[in-house]
Protein backbone atom coordinates (compact mmCIF):
# COMPACT_ATOMS: atom_id res chain seq x y z
CA UNK A 1 0.00 0.00 0.00
CA UNK A 2 1.16 3.50 -0.19
CA UNK A 3 2.50 5.11 2.65
CA UNK A 4 0.44 7.20 4.75
CA UNK A 5 -2.81 4.63 3.50
CA UNK A 6 -4.56 2.87 6.68
CA UNK A 7 -3.85 -0.87 6.96
CA UNK A 8 -6.65 -2.24 7.20
CA UNK A 9 -8.62 -5.64 7.33
CA UNK A 10 -11.00 -3.98 4.76
CA UNK A 11 -7.98 -2.94 2.50
CA UNK A 12 -6.70 -6.13 2.75
CA UNK A 13 -9.61 -8.44 1.72
CA UNK A 14 -10.11 -5.85 -1.08
CA UNK A 15 -6.35 -6.76 -2.27
CA UNK A 16 -6.86 -10.28 -1.86
CA UNK A 17 -10.15 -10.12 -3.95
CA UNK A 18 -8.30 -8.08 -6.60
CA UNK A 19 -5.54 -10.78 -6.90
CA UNK A 20 -7.55 -13.73 -7.18
CA UNK A 21 -9.87 -11.62 -9.99
CA UNK A 22 -6.58 -11.17 -11.73
CA UNK A 23 -5.59 -14.84 -11.64
CA UNK A 24 -9.03 -16.09 -12.72
CA UNK A 25 -8.35 -13.75 -15.77
CA UNK A 26 -4.90 -14.77 -16.71
CA UNK A 27 -5.80 -18.53 -16.16
CA UNK A 28 -8.46 -18.12 -18.40
CA UNK A 29 -6.49 -16.90 -21.08
CA UNK A 30 -3.81 -18.81 -21.16
CA UNK A 31 -1.09 -17.16 -18.92
CA UNK A 32 0.48 -19.35 -16.17
CA UNK A 33 1.21 -16.75 -13.14
CA UNK A 34 4.18 -17.31 -10.57
CA UNK A 35 4.58 -14.01 -9.48
CA UNK A 36 1.45 -11.47 -8.93
CA UNK A 37 0.94 -8.95 -6.44
CA UNK A 38 -2.20 -6.11 -6.35
CA UNK A 39 -1.01 -2.83 -4.80
CA UNK A 40 -3.81 -0.58 -3.05
CA UNK A 41 -2.57 2.97 -4.32
CA UNK A 42 -5.13 4.79 -3.33
CA UNK A 43 -6.66 6.40 -6.18
CA UNK A 44 -4.53 3.53 -8.78
CA UNK A 45 -4.04 0.29 -8.51
CA UNK A 46 -0.76 -1.37 -9.53
CA UNK A 47 -0.82 -5.03 -10.66
CA UNK A 48 2.85 -6.53 -10.88
CA UNK A 49 2.73 -10.07 -12.81
CA UNK A 50 5.62 -12.16 -13.92
CA UNK A 51 7.87 -9.79 -16.59
CA UNK A 52 6.96 -11.76 -18.78
CA UNK A 53 3.67 -11.36 -18.71
CA UNK A 54 3.21 -7.54 -17.86
CA UNK A 55 2.47 -5.89 -21.83
CA UNK A 56 0.07 -9.10 -22.02
CA UNK A 57 -1.75 -8.55 -19.07
CA UNK A 58 -2.23 -4.70 -19.77
CA UNK A 59 -4.29 -5.03 -22.62
CA UNK A 60 -6.46 -8.46 -21.40
CA UNK A 61 -9.96 -7.24 -22.13
CA UNK A 62 -11.65 -7.64 -18.47
CA UNK A 63 -8.42 -6.61 -16.49
CA UNK A 64 -9.30 -3.53 -15.13
CA UNK A 65 -13.31 -4.37 -14.57
CA UNK A 66 -12.18 -7.13 -12.63
CA UNK A 67 -9.54 -4.80 -10.23
CA UNK A 68 -12.72 -2.43 -9.98
CA UNK A 69 -15.14 -5.19 -8.52
CA UNK A 70 -13.03 -6.55 -6.32
CA UNK A 71 -13.06 -3.54 -4.64
CA UNK A 72 -11.33 -0.70 -6.01
CA UNK A 73 -14.12 1.11 -8.05
CA UNK A 74 -12.88 3.48 -9.98
CA UNK A 75 -9.37 3.35 -9.59
CA UNK A 76 -6.61 3.63 -12.11
CA UNK A 77 -5.44 0.09 -13.42
CA UNK A 78 -1.78 -0.48 -14.00
CA UNK A 79 0.73 -2.98 -14.99
CA UNK A 80 4.10 -3.81 -14.24
CA UNK A 81 6.57 -6.00 -13.99
CA UNK A 82 6.55 -8.34 -10.35
CA UNK A 83 8.97 -6.41 -7.89
CA UNK A 84 10.15 -9.02 -4.94
CA UNK A 85 10.22 -7.34 -1.18
CA UNK A 86 8.85 -3.94 0.58
CA UNK A 87 9.58 -1.69 -2.89
CA UNK A 88 6.91 1.20 -1.92
CA UNK A 89 7.96 3.79 -4.59
CA UNK A 90 5.16 5.69 -4.02
CA UNK A 91 6.25 9.46 -2.23
CA UNK A 92 4.19 9.69 1.47
CA UNK A 93 1.04 11.03 1.29
CA UNK A 94 0.71 15.01 2.72
Do not use: K, Q, W
Amino acid sequence: MAYGLEVTPARLHRIERAERAVRRLLARAGLPVTDLRVRDLGDRVRVEVDAGLASRTAGLPGLVPAVREAGFPGARVEVTAFRSGVLNTEPPRP
